[in-house]
């Protein structure tokens, strides 16, 4: 190999790992964006309908947490429930990716998240305060240090595959689409997702309630 082929082998390997850095950088800044605005909108509706939230319904009321904090779970049953949802939802991204509208669900499911996420927050920090916030930090923990990862690569690997697929960008190698090193590549990548979420859900159903039940000590 000559010199020059060498340095444009390597001129060129730089440039495609320059191109995935800023390509995950800007699929993290638009998750991070669309789930702002569904944050944003939730919180928005929970204040303008106060009263329907708030007054009028036991969404986080007192009886409903003094009846979560003296129930007693069963571990597995709800491990089976989380798991089932959680793998639902993995399946359906995944193959709605492979479709033209998998980066369309993909922005909704996102905006959706943080929706919940806005509505539940508002109407726990209105009825609460500070103690309603951290009764939202206790609801995530610990299985969002796997589970919001889990999702993040999920939303990432979704619109890596849906790029190759229907993209018409140049930096796209045309045969890549049709290799079977891709999608050996992309199921390994899922078979890792996979794992850490079962390994998510086990924390949520195992030792989250303990958490739960902990922070529910302060109402």
């Known amino acids: 190999m000559s010199l020059g082929t060498a340095y444009n082998s390597a001129d060129k390997m730089r440039k495609e790992g320059n ?13 991070l964006y669309l789930f702002m605005i569904g944050l944003f909108v939730g919180i928005l509706i929970v204040n303008i309908g106060h009263d329907t939230w708030i007054e009028d319904s036991g969404l986080m009321g ?3 947490l003094k009846k979560l904090g003296h129930a007693t779970l069963d571990c597995g049953r709800l491990f089976g429930y989380i798991l089932k949802h959680r793998l639902f939802t993995l399946c359906l991204l995944g193959l709605l990716a492979t479709t033209m509208f998998g980066i369309s669900a993909i922005c909704v499911y996102i905006c959706y998240l943080g929706l919940t996420a806005g509505c539940l927050l508002s109407v726990s920090v209105i009825r609460y305060g500070i103690r309603g916030l951290i009764l939202m930090m206790a609801g995530i923990f610990p299985q969002g240090i796997l589970l919001v990862p ?24 045309s045969l890549e689409r ?9 199921g390994m990548q ?10 998510g859900c086990l924390l949520e159903s195992y030792v989250n309630p303990q958490v739960l039940h902990l922070a529910l000590k302060i109402f």
């Open 19 to 31: 191109a995935l850095r800023q390509s995950f950088a800007r699929n993290c800044y638009y998750m």
């Open 150 to 173: 889990g999702y993040v690569a999920l939303f990432i690997w979704a619109a890596g595959v849906n790029r190759v697929l229907y993209s018409r960008e140049t930096y796209v190698d």
């Open 178 to 186: 049709y290799s079977r090193q891709f999608y050996l590549k992309k």
């Open 190 to 199: 899922m078979l890792g997702i996979v794992t850490v979420v079962i390994i």
């Open 62 to 64: 007192t009886d409903m």
